[in-house]
């Protein structure tokens, strides 16, 4: 099954750098990723349509025993009745690749991870929809008996796998070399491991920058310019990176029915599920709220379900504080987005048990 050619790119980024800036003076979400600059891509993966970040051939880049591939993407759209962008390969014929897949309305996380043969009902997984317009985590593990997808920290599929392929071809990010075309959106914290990593391990790094090394941990290349933050793998940039931060404006203005600006600066929304991963999400409602903190209420006003608040700590570790409590155990999705420095960071609690605090005294560096 050949991975399908698709008939047009889709639109540029820049649009949806404009709608953010415009949801963010209406009252709206912005969705934005907690790691610095990112690399916007326009959907075609060639030199002229912005490229691609390569990495040479090293046989560090070819984990043989057990893989794991993470990365933060940001999709706007995916073309054609049947097509798919490349977030990372290593010759998808060959070796592994994560991309996503779109048939018909759906938009799935796919992977490779020992090439393709047709006759080979392991070589590739496709499960876990992929939303538009917002950051997602995703993250493929395999040690060549079992695959796993997951998408913002939850378990979405898993199935039988071969043994682990190599290949000599180099690492390409926003492409492969057997397919060219780069998703229409962003990436960022890219990271190869060389292990599988556990579901409780892939949420306690979620949206924490690693930057230094740890076991099992072959490169993070954190895209925007940045590089492998490891020194290892660092590659070049194939065309002309376009790196980005987003919009940023001076102040959130006023609360909104279902949305905080906190200290001025940041704005705080919160997502709510109670389904399965990929239905539908509702949006938490301001309860009640101040310069500094507010409550959300998900299913009734008479009923809070989460409290934040932000606190500058910047006399004290040059850091601002983020700070949450909740009295529910449904999955959330918390943003907050310092809108000067259009910077987000984004924090999960996962359905079953209480949700936890969150204490993040270093939220956003003060500036």
């Not at 794991?68 to 940001?74: D, H, P, R």
């Not at 690749?97 to 779109?102: E, I, L, S, T, Y």
């Not at 039988?160 to 290949?167: H, Q, R, W």
């Amino acid at each position: 099954m050949k991975m399908p050619r698709p008939s047009s790119a889709p639109a540029g980024w820049k649009t949806f750098l404009v709608s953010c800036a415009l949801l963010l003076a209406l009252g709206g979400a912005l969705s934005a990723q907690p790691f610095g600059a990112w690399t916007d891509f326009s959907g075609n993966g060639t030199s002229s349509g912005n490229g691609y970040l390569g990495i040479p051939h090293n046989a560090a880049l070819n984990p043989t025993g057990a893989i794991t591939i993470e990365a933060w993407v940001l999709l706007n759209s995916v073309t054609g009745g049947s097509s798919c962008r490349s977030f990372l390969g290593k010759n998808w014929i060959q070796s592994y690749w994560v991309g996503v897949c779109k048939t018909g309305s759906n938009i799935s996380l796919r992977s490779y991870a020992h090439g393709y043969v047709s006759t080979d009902p392991t070589a590739f997984l496709d499960a876990g929809a992929i939303p538009l317009g917002e950051w997602t985590h995703v993250a493929v593990t395999s040690d060549g008996v079992t695959r796993k997808h997951y998408v913002n920290g939850e378990l979405v599929g898993s199935a039988p796998d071969s043994p682990l392929a190599t290949s000599t071809s180099p690492v390409w990010i926003g492409g492969d070399v057997s397919y060219v075309y780069s998703p229409n959106g962003a990436l960022n914290e890219v990271r190869l491991w060389n292990v599988v990593r556990t579901i409780d391990q892939i949420r306690a790094a979620i949206n924490v920058h690693l930057g230094s090394a740890q076991t099992g941990l072959v490169a993070v290349w954190q895209m925007g310019g940045g590089g492998d933050a490891l020194g290892h793998f660092p590659g070049s940039f194939v065309g002309t990176e376009h790196p980005d931060v987003g919009p940023a404006i001076f102040s959130c203005g006023s609360s909104g029915a279902q949305s905080f600006c906190l200290q001025d600066r940041f704005f705080v929304i919160a997502k709510f599920r109670v389904g399965a991963p990929g239905t539908a999400e509702g949006i938490g409602n301001n309860a009640a709220g101040n310069s500094g903190s507010g409550l959300f209420w998900f299913f009734s006003p008479d009923n809070w379900e989460l409290m934040v608040k932000v606190i500058n700590g910047c006399s004290l570790n040059n850091e601002w504080w983020v700070f949450s409590a909740a009295t529910t155990n449904v999955f959330y999705r918390l943003e907050v987005t310092d809108v000067r420095s259009a910077q987000t960071k984004i924090y999960f609690n996962y359905p079953g048990p209480p949700a936890p605090a969150v204490t993040d005294t270093s939220a956003e560096i003060c500036h």
